[in-house]
């Protein structure tokens, strides 16, 4: 008898997907406890991009729990967290001229969402914040009162936003995008929606189906912020770490947001950690306004400062990733071409397969397992197969992963 079906809640996803028990996991391979490997091409949703039990990450750490690093210290300075923010400034920030302070707002993604929107509300005295359709921002109160998704949010959001619609490239049609339409409303004072304090954008929806923004598009937008004193947040937990590409996904539309959030892969061991970003002037909080038992993961700190040494003082993972991506998306265009009813999307090393008919996609997510591959489905009506594997597979791995692919979308659409 399975276990989980015994012992679990049935609030469940995962194990339902994927119907084993895992045990070891390698790089871009995961192994269940009978020793069967499957090609991980779901990577924790965005946060294992350096691989599982990464080596040179994994040593760090090792040397750091050896000599008996600080583990647990709330916000206190430790050295760990004090080499973490120097390399962070140092690798990270400074070479982009980004000018950010840092929050440890708690371990999640989900925690650096909630202190953006109270920061924003603090800070302009505003109260709505603008979101778009199709948007996830993580499953705590104030994240799901601007996620765009009605099943994830339920019941639950708080009724102090605006969700509008986004053009995606998948959504535009070759049309041109503007703000002229939502401009209009934010000026009308019979509208309800003027004077937001904010809009909370991904530049690619994971979870939404991996619809991206055009860098155009995205620019608009900053010069629409600016023109009604609105923040800009960029929610990069899950396409930030250079998933896209470049380490900031807002990189490659040459904006600046007043406020960043970041998760899943900064850490890099896949331990919980998260930063949120505030450019300088917008640091209001007083002490203790904001705070957490487990804001100070030091051992992600570890990790972390590993990473960004190992990966971002050179261009090779962004290249990499790069054309990693660009190989993907070819294969899946052409997977497109001789398959009625599927569309290619994405960007660097997130990418996907919609689907017209919407089960489709799962039933290529578990033909997919059964071949040995963990991929996973998203989007509103989970229409869309998602190709996240970590920006260290290789290059033989990639192909493995295409032809398991390949075929699980030959076995299903025929
Ligand atoms: N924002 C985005 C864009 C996400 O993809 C996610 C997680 N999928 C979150 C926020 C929430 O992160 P967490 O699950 O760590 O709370």
Redesign the pocket.
Known sequence: MNVFETLESEVRSYSRSWPTVFDRASGTWLYDADGKPYLDFFAG??ALNYGHNNPILKRALIDYLERDGVTHALDMGTVAKRDFLTTFRDVVLSPRGLDYKVQFPGP????S?ESALKLVRKVTGRESIINFTNA????TLG?LSVTGNSMKRGGAGIPLVHATPMPYDNFLDGRTPDFLWFERLLEDSGSGLNEPAAVIV?TVQ??GGINVARPEWLRALAELCKRHEMLLIV?D???GCGRTGPFFSFEAAGIVPDIV?L??SIGGYGLPM?LTLLRPELDVWEPGEHNGTFRGNNPAFITAAAALQEYWTSDLLEKGTRAKGEHIGRALESIAESTPGVEARGRGLARGLAFDVPEQAGQVCRAAFERGMLMETSGPESEVAKLMPPLTVTDEEVERGLSIVTDAVRSVCG
């Open positions: 949703a965005g999640t993604g989900a925690n969402v996830f921002h993580g499953m994240a991904e994971g979870e929610d937990v899950q396409m959030c998760s899943k998260a």
